[in-house]
């Protein structure tokens, strides 16, 4: 079993930034991608970034060159820095892992970008 919590959102004004932190812990090593995915209010969950296990890193179009998920293989800690975030970032953020014969989620954390 692989535990997720996620931490470090909130409310941020159009341009700012804010970084999300998702700890692992249990049985790690059987992880073999991670990422982030998001959920706006009455819409589908969707991939926001992620990473696999050989560093492969890929990102949706919507956040490239805002976004950045970064990981400390050492603290099993996943990490997505969030710039000049937009109103349309406004969702519940999520962390994922895929491990083997599983995978598991976090609880969310609110992400709210308004003036």
């Known amino acids: 079993q692989v535990q997720v919590v996620e931490s470090g959102g909130g409310l941020v004004q159009p341009g700012g930034s804010l970084k999300l932190s998702c700890a692992f812990s249990?049985?790690?090593?059987?992880?073999?991608?991670m990422g982030w995915y998001r959920q706006p209010p009455g819409q589908q969950r969707l991939l926001v970034a992620d990473?696999?296990?050989?560093?492969?890193?890929s990102y949706a179009d919507s956040v490239k060159g805002r976004f950045t998920i970064s990981r400390d293989k050492d603290k099993n800690t996943m990490f997505l820095q969030m710039n000049n975030l937009k109103p349309e970032d406004t969702a519940v953020y999520y962390c994922?892992?895929?491990?083997?014969?599983?995978?598991?989620w976090g609880q969310g954390t609110q992400v709210t970008v308004s003036s």
């Open positions: 249990g049985t790690t090593f059987s992880i073999y991608r």
């Open positions: 990473i696999n296990s050989s560093d492969y890193i």
């Open positions: 994922h892992a895929d491990a083997i014969h599983s995978q598991y």
